[in-house]
């Protein structure tokens, strides 16, 4: 099927002047937002689903949750857990098998209050996040934010895709400042016969764009 969902345009052409000092400031400062209520009802049921010795996937920005499904089937042996702010994304799901689930709340908290209590994932999806393509919105982009350090510490195997190519390479960039020890992450293309894990995924496909990945192992 064709479609014609355009590129993502920006007037940004290459990583942002601005990446090092952000990363640097948010990684220097404490990030004092109180954390909302439905973030601690999230964790709550996350909780009392959750035994802590079954490995943990999250599924961050999990939109209706087709990749969350698909996840679940990969890592069988995980609770993965779908996480997304919108309700009509969220309703729209999917039937999960018993190893998924999905929370509706802001990935931010969710993330603090997880880094928090020192939990680590086994792997980590970010697919398709929101790019705020303009150079003016740097703080809006996950590893422009002030949660990218706890982001980072949820650890795991984390695989983020997205059809804007810097987006990934300006992440990566960041993972380098941030933890410069670390080995460097990977940005490839992804094989357009992939199989879609995602409605975002697959309406990029069907509109001919090319898609990329980044992999780390934090
Ligand atoms: C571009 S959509 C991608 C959805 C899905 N991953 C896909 O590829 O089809 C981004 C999703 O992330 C969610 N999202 C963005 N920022 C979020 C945040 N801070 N907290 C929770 N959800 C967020 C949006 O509601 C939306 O469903």
Redesign the pocket.
Known sequence: MHSNSSPVISNQNGIHDQLEATVRKHLASEYQRPISEHAQQALAQLYARWDKAQPLVLDS????AQ?TRLLAEKHANALVVG????EV?LEKGQQLPANAMLLRT???DLWRLLAADGIKLAAHYV????PYPKAAQLRYRFHGGPVFSQLLQLGGQVTLRSNWALYLQEFAQAVKIALPELAEPVVSELPSQEQPL????KKYQDSNQTLYQLNVSL
Do not use: I, K, M, Q
């Open positions: 920005g999990c939109g209706t990749s996480v997304d702010r919108s994304r802001n990935l931010e697919l398709y996040p929101n995602t409605a975002f995924e």
